[in-house]
């Protein structure tokens, strides 16, 4: 029984230490001295504030992509012990003591890390010489911005590495496919590879460039699948019935996954409520949340609302009235009907509150029991600070002439009668009885006799009008817009029916006990859409460049500059590998454009394992770099030089593929192959040169003189930092 104890237990294992030794010295360059420079780095200020907020479980909302990045980030903090108190508001700014500098840049230090022994075995895999998949790993290794990126607490590091991780992952899959289809080992890879892909769209949009093309590529070798006569219908289906749920559906869980995280940690109100829905605000603690709990949840004949309206832009705001009135001739020459001021105004306030009046009687209060609101119900809305109705007729508004003037009726006794019925379109309802409800209801008020939607028009009134929001009837609607909807957003019961009484009721509401949890789904869906749809002021930056820039490197961007010396940190790359990749990128396309052409011509210059490799090769490594970088020319947003480090990542790993075939299939003799295997060295060489060069910029840990600096000026578009003496 115990036979075993009389053997020795031996385990072997096969360690490839190229693996081992690249791991080590990418760990050593980006670790070395992580927490220096113990200062605010370039955009470290911007996503430094979201881990502050996650730490303080504080709702926020960043229209830069979705939320995995950011927690990734955050995790380094949480682990760090990080309390979250610290403020960032300027580059530069010293880190105070419970700061953990080390643990924030940790992860995408080890992200960069991990990057370059994963080039090495994804040139491995795709069936090239350890030699080339060495270059490819020394490439990655020294390659100035890739290391200056992964040092600091930003996220294209993390987003390369995810890249890389889907890219070998599938190559992994797909060789295994050959010996061992479902095996564990198969399993393995195919569902990291949708993970893999899952979590590049979660750190950045950018990251969906790499997941279509894994899942182009799979796309094709399924197909050829379908082709295979040597398999089953049955097994045939079970190949792509696994690779819908590993590169499909798992992105997609994974993909809500972190959604789910991000507003489970995030319950707390903060600075970015007003740009959600109100329903949304409710939902979290605090802020709307405190104001709205208790609120009455259907609307009745006598209610104080207050009306948001859903679309949010420019700014979010609410239907508003004031005692001034329209200027009886606008500055172009065109005039008004001299009635009181309608508008939407993105602050709180008094002013915002109006009173839902049933016009068939003249109470301003709820009768006992309550008569709720429904579809298609014909209300009148009273301000209820100056008792007037809200009015609409045949008159141009102030600034959108095509739309008819919204204003608070006044009597002026003259032949223009009120015209202030409005009929209730319950946009969200389920039935056509549905009542109106706080929060949740989105509305449309359709005026009765010209049948224009009260809607907000965006623009922003002149000082006659306090630069607040425009309101317009807009009798031509063709279908339905957010702007031409509204929500209650507070609301109580009226119970005065005196004017001096009914203002004092409007400062001190009455609650009644209504729960409005949404669900996760739909924070989910409001949070996506607005992320998708939030744009901010795109302005001009000193270091944005354009697409065409990044290419030839005639940009830089300076991070960080030591308040005291010259030292500094610079995302700045080196000019030999990148020339060298952009070189290496067109030739690729003139070889393999030959030798497809000399193939259709039925001439064989490579054996077809060697050109299905090199077309593998090419579709995963330049495709990779042109769905990375050829997008961006479409892109209308400030652009940096680091938006192109995904797309280089690719190009890195191109560079030795196309350097191997050069020598295997264009030198014909030995002497050839030696010569280009010395010009290899020797262009390897000056780029080891560059990096080291270059490296005070990198990592910003030595003060260079003016000279020095003027020298690393390189080129005239350069932005090398000198101090004045």
């Given at each position: 029984?115990?036979?075993?104890?009389?053997?020795?237990?031996?385990?072997?294992?096969?360690?490839?230490?190229?693996?081992?030794?690249?791991?080590?010295?990418?760990?050593?360059?980006?670790?070395?001295?992580?927490?220096?420079?113990?200062?605010?780095?370039?955009?470290?200020?911007?996503?430094?504030?979201?881990?502050?907020?996650?730490?303080?479980?504080?709702?926020?909302?960043?229209?830069?992509?979705?939320?995995?990045?950011?927690?990734?980030?955050?995790?380094?903090?949480?682990?760090?012990?990080?309390?979250?108190?610290?403020?960032?508001?300027?580059?530069?700014?010293?880190?105070?003591?419970?700061?953990?500098?080390?643990?924030?840049?940790?992860?995408?230090?080890?992200?960069?890390?991990?990057?370059?022994?994963?080039?090495?075995?994804?040139?491995?895999?795709?069936?090239?010489?350890?030699?080339?998949?060495?270059?490819?790993?020394?490439?990655?290794?020294?390659?100035?911005?890739?290391?200056?990126?992964?040092?600091?607490?930003?996220?294209?590091?993390?987003?390369?590495?995810?890249?890389?991780?889907?890219?070998?992952?599938?190559?992994?899959?797909?060789?295994?496919?050959?010996?061992?289809?479902?095996?564990?080992?198969?399993?393995?890879?195919?569902?990291?590879?949708?993970?893999?892909?899952?979590?590049?769209?979660?750190?950045?949009?950018?990251?969906?460039?790499?997941?279509?093309?894994?899942?182009?590529?799979?796309?094709?070798?399924?197909?050829?699948?379908?082709?295979?006569?040597?398999?089953?219908?049955?097994?045939?289906?079970?190949?792509?019935l696994a690779r819908a749920v590993a590169l499909l559906v798992t992105p997609v869980v994974l993909y809500l996954l972190f959604f789910y995280v991000h507003l489970t940690l995030l319950y707390r109100s903060g600075p970015h409520d007003q740009i959600m829905s109100s329903a949304f605000q409710a939902s979290l603690e605090g802020g709307l949340a405190r104001i709205t709990q208790g609120q009455p949840l259907e609307v009745a004949f006598g209610s104080q609302v207050t009306l948001r309206n859903v679309f949010g832009k420019p700014l979010p705001c609410w239907l508003h009235s004031h005692q001034n009135t329209y200027p009886i001739i606008y500055e172009n020459g065109r005039g008004s009907s001299h009635q009181q001021q309608v508008t939407c105004y993105p602050f709180k306030d008094v002013n915002n509150w109006w009173i839902i009046k049933d016009p068939g009687r003249h109470q301003l209060v709820v009768s006992n029991p309550p008569r709720p609101v429904r579809h298609g119900d014909v209300v009148q809305l009273v301000h209820g600070m100056t008792t007037r109705l809200l009015n609409t007729h045949d008159v141009a508004a102030p600034l959108s002439p095509h739309a008819q003037e919204v204003s608070c009726y006044v009597d002026y006794n003259i032949s223009m009668p009120a015209q202030n019925l409005w009929r209730l379109d319950l946009v969200n309802r389920q039935s056509d009885k549905d009542t109106w409800k706080t929060i949740l209801s989105a509305v449309r008020f359709v005026h009765l006799n010209t049948s224009a939607v009260l809607k907000l028009s965006g623009a922003h009134l002149p000082d006659w009008g306090f630069r607040q929001l425009e309101v317009v009837g807009e009798k031509l609607s063709r279908g339905h817009h957010e702007s031409m909807a509204w929500n209650v957003e507070e609301h109580r019961y009226g119970t005065s029916q005196e004017q001096r009484d009914r203002e004092l009721e409007l400062h001190a509401p009455t609650q009644v006990d209504v729960s409005r949890n949404l669900s996760f789904m739909a924070r989910f869906s409001e949070l996506q859409w607005r992320m998708l749809t939030l744009r901010g002021e795109d302005a001009e930056h000193k270091y944005s460049s354009t697409p065409l820039e990044w290419v030839t490197l005639d940009t830089n961007i300076a991070y960080w500059l030591h308040p005291r010396t010259s030292a500094q940190i610079h995302l700045l790359g080196n000019i030999v590998i990148w020339t060298s990749a952009s070189l290496a990128t067109a030739a690729y396309a003139l070889l393999f454009l030959w030798h497809l052409l000399r193939r259709r011509r039925d001439i064989h210059d490579l054996p077809e394992d060697v050109w299905l490799r090199w077309a593998l090769a090419g579709t995963l490594c330049a495709g990779g770099w042109a769905l990375n970088y050829l997008p961006f020319f479409l892109m209308e947003k400030t652009l940096f030089l680091y938006h192109y480090l995904p797309a280089l990542a690719f190009q890195l790993l191109l560079l030795p593929l196309v350097l191997q075939h050069v020598s295997d299939h264009l030198c014909r003799s030995r002497l050839q192959r030696s010569l280009f295997g010395a010009l290899v060295i020797a262009w390897y060489s000056a780029a080891c040169h560059v990096s080291n060069t270059l490296r005070p910029l990198t990592y910003g840990d030595r003060s260079l003189s003016p000279g020095e600096l003027l020298a690393l000026r390189w080129k005239d578009s350069w932005d090398i930092l000198i101090r004045k003496s």
């Open positions: 029984m115990l036979g075993f104890l009389k053997r020795p237990v031996v385990v072997t294992a096969d360690i490839n230490l190229n693996i081992v030794a690249l791991t080590g010295v990418g760990l050593l360059s980006r670790l070395w001295r992580l927490s220096y420079p113990r200062a605010v780095v370039f955009d470290e200020v911007y996503y430094g504030q979201y881990i502050s907020f996650y730490m303080n479980r504080v709702f926020f909302l960043d229209d830069s992509g979705p939320p995995f990045g950011h927690m990734l980030l955050a995790l380094g903090g949480y682990l760090g012990g990080f309390d979250g108190n610290f403020l960032w508001n300027r580059i530069g700014a010293e880190y105070t003591s419970n700061v953990p500098v080390w643990a924030l840049r940790l992860l995408p230090a080890l992200a960069g890390a991990l990057s370059v022994p994963m080039g090495y075995q994804i040139v491995l895999e795709l069936r090239f010489s350890h030699c080339a998949a060495t270059g490819a790993a020394l490439l990655l290794l020294i390659e100035n911005a890739l290391i200056t990126q992964s040092r600091l607490m930003l996220l294209e590091s993390p987003l390369i590495f995810f890249n890389l991780l889907a890219v070998l992952s599938y190559l992994k899959f797909f060789n295994s496919q050959k010996h061992s289809p479902f095996s564990p080992r198969w399993w393995f890879w195919l569902l990291l590879t949708g993970v893999a892909c899952a979590c590049a769209v979660g750190i950045k949009y950018m990251g969906i460039f790499t997941y279509l093309l894994v899942l182009g590529v799979a796309a094709v070798h399924a197909w050829h699948l379908i082709g295979d006569q040597s398999l089953s219908n049955v097994h045939v289906f079970c190949h792509l």
